[in-house]
């Protein structure tokens, strides 16, 4: 294949193609000075030009509040899930976590490395096909924070509201839905994301923070940990992952070119419509998740007899339509159609649904 | 200027052009596969081949014994100096450090915050001109390890031997000289290097770890940053940094292709050679090392009048010779000539060196 094909991995996953064109233009020789952007010092003018734009791009995209800090670190969602509660949990304090699938338990799992940890409520009871309303959360009194996943990227379960906590600082791992469509910042106390689903290549992991919430860091945080040096540093304590921070910055630009967060919306809206509309209307396929928990990101499906998985995976690579395998935990089939998966795309997807089940189904 | 420029940043440094080059060719499309590597699974088979691949070069390169294992990490030698306290310190261990300068000195500060840190020699009594012999050092009894720095890369301090410390783990930061000169590494317990020097692009830190120092780990270790889940889920706990360490791999090659190592280290010796001959043979310029302790690396240098600096780097950069000022807390100049910085670039500075001190020494 010597073209580009339409590409639903979950993450890493598919970066806008004008994004990687002008990084591949600029990649020996950015802007003429004579090196890639991988050979500057980050503490160079010229580097410290593309960090504070890309961060600006950001907060244009999202109207993050000026009482937000937004940090670009390393580790992924992953190590989020040790750093919050060493930020942000007392030793002898409480955090409520939220229960919605796999990345939900994950946090929730190193959280209590750290201390008390209690699960205000969980999908379990629905066999993670649905999201218990909030009538159902039995939230804690003073609790640090509340931590939830949006979105879940392998159960295809998504928050269509936001919780509402009072003052609790309401904590939010947004991996797989960030950018996706709009949402309001200042009813956040953190959001972090891990990049290489809706903002850039892997390795990078954007942090937005309230002010507030800095300085309260415990003692045996490990320094690359601590929010408030990250902050007081730019992102820059040490080196950080200056290409993934640059060819994030890109991407912002270009959702910023396409409408911004409110375009994507929009195209997102109709992007899962056809997806699910295809799917609903079908005979082979089906998605459990209630109509209005499902994911508008990570769309997993199953095909009737298990046996037509390996077929319908075969033609959909001869077709140039890759990753559609589910994860391994899940089995069956998953679409994942972040920003840079375009409509031409998920009509792709579903012109090939159909031809399979009309011949196999 | 629209050619490469002669780049001696510190870091993030000069990459090798083919590798760029061959970078760039395949940045939208790697091998005809139609997505580019930094839109692949990690767990796909395109990339598991890539990165079991950059682990096999830089293991045939160093020569690593079979019973030390290769982490691919995030967080960079900054997230290591606590990393490894809270991976090898036992709470009521003691660890010894050598002091030769400013990443030394990062690390015992760090390593303080997690347990009881000796200083078991410092280079501060030569004004870190020159290193302590190691008759010089008090050695803790029972230490769970001795953590040195072998290049000290703002200094431009360069151990020329490796220290003797019998049973105990010898830890070393060789973020600035791994892979520029042979080195036998089963005299190690463990090694570890940020990438953005002489591996690839920064967001990504080596740790080369004998075995039998995995599964010491504290409690209170993040996962993310426990030794023994990385090397037990080879480096995937999470998504790794993909396309830095593709990157890093295609580095790999292009040393293996130069001739490795080896043939680094006689390229290197005549590099610098050339440059601490240039200088010790002028009258402008100085370097106070000791002989035996000069960076092949880094290699700083004063001029005699301070008034003079400034020039110097106007005409340098006219030139195209990039990043030769010295650290902010250092002052002076400094070339920073890793592996992909040919004997030409060095030549083309000890050129401009003469004509300078011609004209304005």
Chains 1, 2 share one sequence.
């Not at 030009?49 to 000026?66: F, N, T, V, Y």
């Amino acid at each position: 294949m010597s073209k580009r094909a339409f590409n639903f991995c979950a993450g890493p996953a598919a970066l806008p193609e004008a994004v990687l064109q002008r990084a591949q233009a600029e990649l020996l020789d950015w802007q003429g000075k004579g090196l890639s952007v991988m050979e500057m010092s980050h503490r160079s003018d010229e580097y410290m030009g593309i960090a504070a734009k890309a961060e600006q791009d950001l907060r244009d995209l999202l109207a993050i509040p000026s009482n937000y800090r937004v940090l670009f670190l390393q580790g992924g969602a992953s190590q989020q899930f040790a750093e919050i509660p060493l930020n942000l949990l007392p030793e002898d304090g409480v955090a409520d976590y939220i229960d919605t699938g796999i990345w939900s338990k994950k946090a929730i799992e190193e959280a209590r490395r750290f201390g008390n940890i209690k699960v205000a409520a969980s999908a379990k009871g629905y066999d993670y096909f649905a999201i218990p309303g909030q009538n159902e959360w039995q939230l804690s009194k003073d609790a640090a924070y509340l931590h939830y996943t949006p979105n879940e990227t392998i159960g295809g379960l998504e928050f269509d509201w936001i919780p509402e906590v009072g003052e609790v600082p309401l904590v939010a791992d947004m991996s797989s839905d960030i950018l996706s469509r709009e949402i309001d910042v200042s009813r956040f106390g953190l959001i972090y994301a891990g990049a290489q689903k809706n903002i850039g290549p892997s390795g990078l992991v954007v942090v937005i923070v309230r002010e507030d919430l800095l300085g309260r860091a415990r003692s045996a945080c490990p320094t690359m940990l601590n929010y408030q040096v990250a902050a007081d540093n730019g992102s820059m304590y040490n080196t950080p992952a200056t290409f993934s921070w640059y060819l994030s910055g890109l991407v912002f630009e270009w959702l910023k070119e396409q409408g911004g967060v409110e375009a994507m919306e929009q195209r997102n809206r109709a992007k899962k419509d056809l997806l699910y509309g295809a799917i609903d209307a079908s005979e082979l396929y089906s998605n459990p998740i209630a109509t209005n928990a499902r994911s508008w990101m990570n769309v997993p499906f199953r095909l009737a007899d298990e046996r037509l998985d390996q077929p319908f995976l075969v033609g959909a690579e001869a077709r140039g339509l890759l990753n559609l395998k589910g994860h391994r935990s899940v089995g069956g089939m998953r679409a994942s159609i972040y920003n840079a998966v375009g409509l031409d795309a998920v009509q792709a997807l579903v012109a090939y649904m159909a031809e399979f089940e009309k011949e196999r189904g």
